[in-house]
């Protein structure tokens, strides 16, 4: 394993499209011109940053204005190498991988092509995991296929990694084509750092998402058997994100897009049913949240509509006993009650109560989505004054 190497790991599945934007966007990495970077680093951490020998990253200590500058021994330099499975591409993608790594070896940057050869695509985790067994870096940076990277994504990332080598780190990214999925950018991008690890549990996936992860390899180490290898259909990334945090690891995100992240019909995105990912979180959140106090005396969910009753059926029968009640904003709700029929029992079982909102008995299990109602729902929830991941959690 080399210290001063940051290995990118890429997946393709017949990506020929995206193959050529990808790959200049990853050589670009070594030309970035960091001239706004270097200011920030030079105020915030008197050190001086500037690329040199095509892809490394030189590090001088900068003293003091007014002080003598040396340049002393400090020579810290990282390279970057590429590491690519390809996962039984049908397409050119072979061909203009093999174009690629000739360019990169003109570059002086080491590229490695695993191919699977079986005939039948093993998934995305299964080649993260082989393209990892290939790399020599000390520090992973995935990248997608269809994304791109923009020009000092890895210098920010390694930079903040190094100092943080037990953490995930994430960036903010730009979506293109422009104003597609417009509120999963506004959360994902302007997620306040300290809910990084207590927005776990939304539709959206990891707080901070796939395409932009940079860490030490510690962190892919601490995770038995690294990604999920179950194959198509599976979030390999979540599963991922959630056994990082059980173990203790931290989540960082640098606050500048780093990312182009392409939304098109064919993105892996697209194979995982919702219902997996529903089931992921509820027995993710049964775990390590409603069987810990407070919530294991009682909780109220907020929500009496279609998305809170799901919520309670998929309950365990052991956990439907402490659902005090539901909460709601909607008149015609209000002072009625949730009868729940058990379909195994052929019977009515639960009588829940559904009060306003403003009579909710904390801890809140809410199931609304976020950024839907014009501000209501949100002006509503901090009108209470509440802690998010004490007094409440949001499973949306």
Same mark, same amino acid.
């Given at each position: 394993?080399?210290? &001063?190497?940051?290995?990118?790991?890429?997946?393709v599945?017949?990506?020929?499209?995206w193959? &050529?934007?990808?790959?200049r966007?990853?050589l670009?990495?070594?030309?970035?011109?960091?001239?706004?970077h270097?200011?920030?680093?030079?105020?915030q951490?008197?050190?001086?940053?500037?690329?040199?020998?095509?892809?490394?990253?030189?590090?001088?200590?900068v003293?003091?204005a007014g002080?003598?500058?040396?340049?002393?021994?400090?020579? #810290?330099?990282?390279?970057?190498?590429? $590491?690519?499975? /390809?996962?039984?591409s049908?397409?050119?993608?072979? *061909?203009?991988?093999r174009?690629?790594?000739?360019?990169?070896?003109r570059?002086r940057?080491?590229?490695?092509?695993v191919? =699977?050869?079986?005939?039948?695509?093993?998934?995305v985790?299964?080649?993260?995991?082989? *393209?990892?067994e290939?790399?020599?870096? *000390?520090?992973?940076?995935?990248?997608?296929?269809d &994304?791109?990277?923009?020009?000092?994504?890895?210098?920010?990332?390694?930079?903040?990694?190094?100092a943080?080598k037990?953490?995930?780190?994430?960036?903010?990214? !730009?979506?293109?084509?422009p104003?597609?999925?417009?509120?999963?950018?506004?959360?994902?991008?302007?997620? /306040?750092?300290?809910?990084?690890t207590?927005?776990?549990?939304?539709a =959206?996936g990891?707080? !901070?998402?796939?395409?932009?992860?940079l860490?030490?390899?510690?962190?892919y180490?601490?995770?038995?058997g690294?990604?999920s290898?179950?194959?198509y259909?599976t979030?390999?990334?979540?599963?991922f994100?959630y056994?990082?945090?059980?173990?203790?690891?931290?989540?960082?995100?640098?606050?500048?897009?780093l990312?182009?992240?392409?939304?098109h019909?064919a *993105?892996?995105?697209?194979?995982i049913v919702?219902?997996?990912?529903?089931?992921?979180?509820?027995?993710?959140?049964?775990?390590?949240v409603? $069987?810990?106090?407070?919530?294991?005396?009682?909780?109220?969910?907020? =929500?009496a509509g279609?998305?809170?009753?799901?919520?309670?059926?998929?309950l365990?029968?052991?956990?439907k006993?402490?659902?005090?009640?539901?909460?709601?904003?909607d008149?015609?709700?209000?002072?009625?009650?949730?009868?729940?029929?058990?379909?195994?029992?052929?019977?009515?079982?639960?009588?829940?109560?559904? !009060?306003?909102?403003t009579?909710? #008995?904390?801890?809140?299990?809410?199931c609304?989505?976020?950024?839907?109602?014009?501000?209501?729902f949100?002006?509503?929830?901090?009108?209470?004054?509440? $802690?998010?991941?004490?007094?409440?959690?949001?499973f949306?």
């Amino acid at each position: 394993m080399c210290e &001063d190497t940051v290995s990118i790991i890429v997946t393709v599945l017949n990506g020929e499209k995206w193959v &050529d934007n990808c790959f200049r966007s990853i050589l670009r990495q070594c030309t970035a011109v960091q001239s706004v970077h270097m200011q920030q680093q030079q105020q915030q951490s008197k050190q001086m940053h500037k690329w040199v020998d095509g892809n490394e990253l030189l590090l001088l200590p900068v003293t003091s204005a007014g002080d003598e500058t040396e340049e002393v021994e400090c020579k #810290r330099k990282f390279q970057i190498e590429v $590491c690519v499975f /390809d996962d039984c591409s049908t397409d050119g993608t072979q *061909a203009m991988l093999r174009v690629w790594q000739r360019k990169c070896r003109r570059q002086r940057i080491r590229m490695f092509i695993v191919r =699977n050869e079986s005939g039948k695509p093993k998934g995305v985790g299964y080649g993260r995991n082989r *393209a990892i067994e290939v790399a020599h870096g *000390a520090y992973l940076c995935f990248q997608d296929i269809d &994304d791109e990277m923009l020009p000092t994504r890895i210098q920010q990332q390694y930079l903040l990694a190094r100092a943080n080598k037990d953490a995930l780190i994430g960036c903010k990214f !730009v979506r293109t084509p422009p104003n597609s999925t417009c509120r999963f950018t506004r959360w994902a991008n302007e997620l /306040d750092a300290t809910k990084l690890t207590l927005q776990i549990y939304t539709a =959206n996936g990891p707080t !901070v998402i796939m395409p932009t992860w940079l860490c030490h390899r510690q962190v892919y180490q601490h995770i038995p058997g690294g990604f999920s290898e179950h194959g198509y259909g599976t979030p390999e990334d979540l599963i991922f994100f959630y056994a990082h945090l059980d173990r203790g690891g931290r989540v960082l995100r640098v606050d500048e897009c780093l990312l182009l992240y392409r939304y098109h019909a064919a *993105a892996t995105t697209f194979s995982i049913v919702a219902e997996t990912i529903w089931q992921l979180r509820m027995q993710h959140l049964l775990t390590h949240v409603l $069987c810990c106090e407070p919530w294991r005396s009682g909780f109220t969910i907020w =929500n009496a509509g279609k998305r809170g009753r799901k919520f309670f059926r998929d309950l365990p029968q052991a956990y439907k006993c402490k659902v005090r009640a539901f909460c709601d904003v909607d008149e015609k709700k209000i002072n009625k009650s949730y009868n729940h029929y058990d379909e195994k029992a052929h019977r009515f079982t639960y009588l829940v109560p559904i !009060v306003h909102f403003t009579r909710a #008995r904390p801890p809140l299990l809410i199931c609304m989505k976020l950024d839907l109602t014009n501000g209501a729902f949100e002006a509503n929830l901090n009108s209470l004054n509440l $802690c998010e991941g004490h007094d409440y959690v949001l499973f949306t």
